[in-house]
């Protein structure tokens, strides 16, 4: 059965390793999307905040995402900011689970976490480059809003979805009991 749950300080060293290795799967393929790899001392104060949620199938880490309701004001708008909205980030699927639609059910996920929140809006920036990835975020129902290019970032395709209730998604995705 599949869990999710908020990452704890205990999950660090879990988080890391699935992320970095997505990061090598990523760089096996000529993307350079998370080129520079993650470390505990990045992480660690994102999973302190409360951020990081982790989904596990017996037992075993399989998935992870970030949401933040804070947005980079270097990509969003003071308007945009203003609203309520739920940013995320740093989506990543095992990949003996590729391919299965777990990337999507976490976004759809998100989507509800945010309503649940109060958000209006569910929010990303993804690899200017990737266009795959954007493709797959279309493809998942998102709005492409615009492209930030700013010299000292590679992200900056922006992309939003309505913050709307989703039991199935959530029911997909029970919370983990402890």
């Known amino acids: 059965m599949r869990t999710i749950d908020v990452a704890v300080a205990d999950d660090l060293a879990e988080v890391v390793e699935l992320l970095n290795s997505v990061a090598d799967w ?11 790899r ?9 999973i302190e905040r409360g951020e990081v949620y982790l989904v596990r199938e017996n037992g075993s880490a399989i998935a992870t995402v970030t949401v933040s309701a804070n947005g980079n004001s270097e990509f969003w708008t003071a308007e945009e ?3 309520p909205a739920r ?5 990543a699927t095992a990949r003996e689970h590729a391919g299965q639609g777990l990337g999507e059910l976490l976004l759809r996920w998100t989507i509800d976490l945010g309503a649940r929140q109060g958000a209006r809006w569910i929010r990303l920036d993804a690899w200017r480059t990737n266009y795959r990835l954007h493709d797959f975020y279309r493809g998942a129902g998102w709005s492409h809003l615009r492209t930030v290019e700013l010299e000292h970032r590679r992200s900056g ?3 939003q979805h309505p913050a709307v209730s989703d039991p199935q998604a959530r029911n997909a995705l029970p919370k983990a009991s402890h």
């Not at 940013?87 to 989506?91: M, S």
């Open 157 to 159: 395709a922006l992309f």
């Open 87 to 91: 940013y995320v980030a740093k989506l």
């Open 81 to 83: 900011l203003a609203e």
């Open 38 to 46: 993650f470390s505990a001392e990045q992480m660690a104060p994102i």
């Open 26 to 36: 990523l760089t096996s393929r000529g993307i350079n999307q998370w080129a520079s």
